[in-house]
């Protein structure tokens, strides 16, 4: 129940990121209370998100009068202000809030929300770079790092690759990658078997140890 998708959430710090994110949660039916102490922006965004509220987040007498240590979830979405980020979230591990996100701008301030208790430190300005930097120089489609040195992309199938049983080219044993779906042309991704056998213009899903990814990506 705790963990259940449909929990309300505290999202806190309503810049690009946190309003987004606010907004893409109520589209998903989760009833958000979205805190900034910018009233302009509360103002704005009224009638929009399920709770709306102007306070300091830094204030622990305003988290609780905002009945914030009843959530089981909470984001704070402040980036530039690390000050604020830092305080606001030792104060929601004070509350025991149970799960807490917490935006990073840097590898430094994400070590530190990490350390005070932040359950999920996310760096989405730049996961983002990192994934332009993908699409902007290679021939990758799309790209997502999964987890630490885990990858997954979305490419052309290199030439050497067209036409063989995936079963008979000993992509993982010789590349260390595995293609996870294929798309042709006009029709939906489907799972790739040993038997799929790749065409020019189809797009593939392709996944392993980022590095490999990234040299198989690069393939002619
Ligand atoms: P982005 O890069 O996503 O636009 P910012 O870090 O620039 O994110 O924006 C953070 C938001 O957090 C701003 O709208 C700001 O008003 C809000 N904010 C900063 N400090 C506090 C605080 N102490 N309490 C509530 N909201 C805050």
């Known amino acids: 129940m705790a963990d259940n998708k449909s929990n309300p959430v505290v999202v806190i710090g309503l810049g690009r990121f946190g309003t987004a994110l606010a907004l893409g949660l109520t589209r998903r039916g989760t009833e958000v209370l979205a805190i900034d102490h910018r009233p302009k922006i509360t103002q704005a965004l009224a009638g929009q998100i399920t709770q709306i509220a102007t306070a300091d987040a830094t204030d622990m007498e305003a988290l609780r009068q905002l009945g914030v240590p009843d959530f089981y979830r909470a984001v704070v979405a402040v980036g530039s202000d690390i ?44 996961d983002m770079g990192e994934r332009v930097a993908h ?35 000993n992509l993982r044993r010789k590349r260390g990658v595995t293609i996870v779906a294929v798309k042709p042309p006009g029709e939906a991704f489907t799972y790739a078997t ?27």
Do not use: C, N
Not at 99 to 115: C, E, F, M, N, T
């Open 135 to 169: 699409l902007v120089s290679g021939r990758m489609l799309d790209f997502m790092q999964v987890d630490g040195d885990f990858a997954l992309a979305k490419i052309k199938p290199p030439k050497e690759y067209v036409g063989v049983p995936l079963g008979e080219s």
């Open 83 to 126: 000050e604020a980020s830092i305080l606001t979230t030792s104060l929601l591990v004070e509350l025991e809030i149970d799960d807490i996100w917490a935006k990073a701008v840097s590898s430094q301030h994400g070590r530190i929300l990490d350390r005070i208790g932040a359950h999920h430190v996310v760096f989405p300005e730049h």
């Open 194 to 220: 040993a038997e799929t056998e790749l065409s020019y213009g189809d797009v593939i899903l392709v996944s392993g140890r980022t590095e490999e990814v990234e040299r198989f990506a690069d393939l002619p």
